[in-house]
């Protein structure tokens, strides 16, 4: 999913957002050594540089936020209890067989500040790290409930498991579609899953 995300141009989450990281926050924290390989590899696709080029540029330390705020809208995530029921988003990426666009929902774990220091200036990303569901095996399933017309639906079920972790699950919080929703446990024949439901956006970058 991280190739090609935009269809016109990069997005590397260090565009002027309308918001703000919200509290509770944890400043200056020491990287897991794992997260760093990740961001890494991420910045080295981005900036198309070589990774021991990135490397030498990255800060070890980074901000880490429970909360982000868009326009009038509130983001939590999975790192502050009080917000897990904020924490799930749909995001958009570009489809893997063709040119069209697909949105994916997962589960924010935080988001978080993150510098790289080139010679030429610093830069700060703004990114959420994110948790992605698995898709149904086949749009007759994903798009099984369907309450406004006949081929479309307010509702998706996606499988209740995450894809692998890695240099994916880092997202600029600037590709956030939107807010979601999810009910557990929604059967179909024997398999179960989650009932994902996305969110009126209430803000436009």
């Known amino acids: 999913m991280r190739h090609n995300t935009s269809m016109i141009s990069k997005i590397y989450g260090t565009e002027p957002l309308p918001g703000q990281m919200l509290n509770p926050s944890y400043i200056n924290v020491v990287m897991p050594l794992e ?9 080295a696709i981005l900036y198309e540089r070589e990774k021991e080029d990135v490397l030498g540029f990255m800060d070890l330390h980074m901000n880490q936020h429970a909360r982000l705020q868009i326009g009038a809208e509130i983001f939590g995530s999975m790192i502050s209890g ?6 799930n988003i749909f995001a958009k990426w570009k489809a ?3 040119d ?33 569901y ?14 406004m017309e006949p081929e479309i639906s307010n509702t998706e079920l996606w499988k209740a498991e995450y894809f692998q972790e890695g240099c994916d699950s880092l997202l600029a919080v600037h590709r956030i579609l939107c807010r979601a929703t999810k009910f557990r446990n929604i059967t179909v024949g024997k398999q ?14």
């Open 35 to 43: 997260l760093r390989g990740f961001l890494c590899e991420w910045y």
């Open 82 to 87: 009080r917000h897990e029921k904020n924490a």
């Open 96 to 98: 893997a067989n063709d």
């Open 100 to 132: 069209s666009v697909d949105t994916y929902p997962g589960e924010v774990q935080y988001y978080f500040e993150h510098a790289l220091r080139f010679p030429e200036g610093t830069k700060t990303h703004l990114l959420a790290y994110v948790k992605w």
């Open 134 to 147: 698995k898709p149904a095996p086949s749009s007759s399933i994903r798009f099984k409930h369907s309450f």
């Open 192 to 205: 179960k899953y989650l009932s994902i439901i996305p969110l009126n956006r209430r803000f436009n970058l």
